[in-house]
Structure formats: C-alpha cells, structure tokens
C-alpha cells in the first residue's frame, strides 16, 4: 500500500477516545490499517455516486451515502 496517510499516533488517541487506558502498538497499526482501507473503499464508491450524478466533485452527501451502501452490504 505504501505509506500511511494516517498517523499511528493519531489512532492511538481515536482509541484512547473510546475509552482505552493501554493499547499496543499493534492494535493500533492493525485500526490504522482498517480504517485506510475503508476511507478509500468509501471513496471510490463515493466518486462512483458523485460520477452517476454528473459530477466531478465528491460532496458530503456522497461520502454519506457512500458509507450507507457499504454498511448494507
């Protein structure tokens, strides 16, 4: 994949946010890596809504909508 857009320390604050007092470092680089692949599955279906609309640019409804079709799945 490359490198990371998101931070290890980033989550590891996500996850003490939650309520967490210890978290390893490899649970937080296994979220980490979860929640990229995530962000970008949702962004391709969100530029495939935003695309089918005659559009180039994706808006929050697509994001939006996006993560709702893939919950359903």
Do not use: C
Request: no cysteine.
């Amino acid at each position: 994949m490359g490198e990371s857009e998101i931070s290890t320390a980033a989550v590891h604050r996500l996850i003490k946010r939650g309520g967490a007092g210890r978290i390893g470092d490899d649970a937080a680089e296994e979220l980490r890596k979860v929640v990229e692949e995530f962000a970008i599955r949702v962004g391709k279906e969100a530029l495939e809504l935003a695309t089918h609309a005659g559009r180039k640019t994706v808006r929050s409804e697509d994001i939006r909508l996006a993560v709702k079709r893939i919950q359903k799945e």
